[in-house]
């Protein structure tokens, strides 16, 4: 994919890497693993009757070991949203780049 949005722009996959970051503080994949976490979030959310490996292919995972990894990555709960959690009420979930973390 990276390949294809080069050579569309006539520039080298590390051009076009280097003016994404800058542009939108975040590599390609990093924002494309944002946007899966985002939509497993939504399908959460949603009381999805899914288990959580169909969770994740639907939302563009290739697998459920990629899932988890990059979910754990890209989450954070918040310590109140998490005991009502724990208590199996709705709460928000935020996602975040840790490189955007300080």
């Known amino acids: 994919m990276l390949r294809d949005f080069s050579k569309l ?24 693993n944002l946007y899966k976490v985002n939509k497993a979030v ?9 288990r959580l490996t169909d ?14 990894r990059v979910f754990k990555n ?6 109140k949203n998490f005991q009502n959690l724990e208590q199996g009420k709705f709460c928000t979930i935020l996602t975040v780049s840790k490189d955007l973390i300080l």
């Open 42 to 50: 939504i399908l959460l959310q949603n009381n999805s009757p899914e």
């Open 74 to 79: 890209s989450v954070v709960i918040l310590q």
């Open 9 to 32: 722009l006539l520039i080298s996959q590390k051009s076009f890497i280097q003016k994404f970051r800058k542009h939108y503080f975040l590599t390609p994949s990093e924002y494309l």
């Open 55 to 68: 969770i994740g292919l639907n939302a563009g995972f290739y697998d459920q070991s990629h899932f988890i």
